[in-house]
């Protein structure tokens, strides 16, 4: 009961919150909205926009929510990947490439965080779409650990050609990275053991994941 009273009171925060972001960058009083978007991470997390989006790429943002509940962890997830995501928003309107970017990828990894603890229960009406997300970050290159979320949450929707994409992206940013190729591998064998259908179904023909899992193994018999 402590626990749904929690995620509720989430949502409720989350729709007060976002109603006040909105109506600030509606004004253009960005600063405003900004500010009210880090004191509303610094209630869920202890931490900052600015604070969070440096741990980017250096520490799982995971760490954020260590050693909550599953469901608990998952509603302060959604939390800050909408606050992050909104802030994004806001520095790309105001020409801070850098800092938007910072902010919708850490969006993203927090998003799919969540998504892959996803228990089927609807997310709230506020959170922002994978798709959003992956096209406004697709001028950029993205690190490694962003692009192994997102192939675990294709592989998961059965969505397998655009696994193959963010694996094969992988392979051609560090094509000597072991860790990344023992992954495509581990993709490639469990979506072979499913039937035609499901490889028909996420757009990935038996005969070319069976190419691309000898691609991937001669690339690692030539690197050890």
Known sequence: MYRRDYIMRQIEFMVEVIQRITGLTAEKRYDAALTVIDESLESLFGLNGTLITRLF??????QLTFGEEVDMRQAKLLAGATLLHEAGKIQR????????FQSFASALELFLEALLDDDGTPLPTYTPEVEALVAVLAPYHLPVHLNQLLLRYYHRLGQLDEAENVLFEMVDQAPGAIQVIEQGIAFY???????????LAGNLPRDEAEASLTELLNLRDNLQ
């Open 189 to 199: 064998r469990a979506i072979l053991a499913e039937n035609d259908a499901v490889l």
């Open 93 to 100: 309107e105001q020409g801070a490439g850098t800092e938007s």
């Open 57 to 62: 790429g250096r520490e799982p943002l995971t």
